[in-house]
């Protein structure tokens, strides 16, 4: 080869990109899920950010009551049936407990930090505030679902009743359980589980020899038991043992069911019962955000929401 010919008889890759546009993706975040029971609950907003649940009258120990109950522990409401002739028919009246459960608002907040710099000079071709608000906003709603699966005060795995509490007959979730869970309750609408549950569910189908349902919810196919969908929600807990729960639900309040609980309206509103407020600018040039979800859930009476807990999703 002649000596002018020697070296590289094109342009080079790393040379080009210098001259070349990079397609982005908008920044990706692992911690994002399908938040499926924010999507499955019905929401109540409330005007005054309170919610009061009444309910009628169940005797109690610490409260006992002289009158008869019904079958679900409440003062009966005294009635004629069958009767003949003109008989005196019984004085009777539904009773209200007198101390009903009232739900207050719970939050989860952030303060986002954005230099004008960055925001001023860094948002082609991505808005940087756009992305960081975002981004946060993104974190602060995984925040919400896990509270609303485990805060003490009303978070669903801690506030089941406890006669709406089973376990497993064998360890793994099998189909006789879930039958035993449904069967609790009229009109469930959807079972709530941690991934690696369904999964065991699976396994336990197929070794006695049955299949699971597939249904459609929000455009996805969802495995389903006797027609009732099986939600993914990786915020229930899996125990160092290899133990986690399956929850049932019915929703809303005309079912007398289980509702999330938001305010009607928030200031500088990003998303129902979400809001991304300026705070201000300070001598830094830093602009701060005040990023805040409002939220509860309620069970409207104690058969709304059941638990199959202790199910064995490793063996």
């Not at 409330?46 to 679900?72: C, F, I, M, Q, W």
């Not at 459960?101 to 230099?115: D, K, P, T």
């Not at 589980?193 to 196919?221: K, M, T």
Request: charged share 25%; net charge negative.
């Amino acid at each position: 080869m002649p000596p002018e010919l020697e070296g590289p008889l094109s342009l080079g890759t790393p040379a080009a990109r210098t001259l070349a546009t990079t397609t982005k993706t908008a920044p990706q975040t692992l911690e994002s899920s399908p938040r499926w029971l924010l999507r499955a609950l019905p929401w109540v907003e409330l005007p005054a950010g309170s919610y009061r649940v009444n309910r009628r009258l169940t005797p109690t120990p610490e409260r006992p009551d002289p009158r008869p109950v019904n079958r679900r522990g409440e003062v009966a409401i005294e009635l004629a049936s069958g009767h003949r002739g003109e008989p005196e028919l019984p004085g009777t009246f539904p009773d209200y407990d007198p101390d009903p459960r009232e739900y207050e608002l719970s939050v989860s907040q952030a303060v986002l930090r954005i230099h004008t710099r960055v925001a001023d000079l860094f948002s082609e071709p991505m808005d940087q505030t756009r992305e960081q608000i975002r981004l946060t906003v993104e974190a602060i709603r995984e925040a919400q679902e896990r509270e609303l699966i485990g805060n003490p005060g009303f978070g669903l795995l801690r506030n089941a009743h406890p006669a709406q509490r089973l376990t497993p007959r064998s360890g793994p979730p099998a189909p006789a359980d879930l039958d035993n869970l449904l069967t609790r309750r009229r009109k469930t609408r959807y079972l709530l589980a941690h991934p690696l549950a369904i999964a065991a569910f699976g396994r336990q189908c197929s070794a006695a020899g049955v299949y699971p349902d597939s249904v459609e919810v929000d455009g996805s196919r969802m495995t389903a038991w006797r027609g009732v969908p099986i939600l993914p929600c990786d915020k229930i807990p899996v125990s160092r043992s290899g133990t986690s729960a399956i929850l049932a639900l019915r929703v809303g309040e005309e079912d007398q069911g289980v509702v999330g609980l938001r305010p009607a309206e928030v200031p500088d509103e990003h998303l129902p019962g979400l809001s991304v407020r300026v705070m201000g600018l300070d001598e830094r040039g830093i602009t701060t955000y005040l990023v805040s979800a409002y939220y509860s859930a309620a069970v409207l009476v104690p058969d709304a929401l059941g638990v199959l807990d202790d199910v064995e999703v490793y063996r």
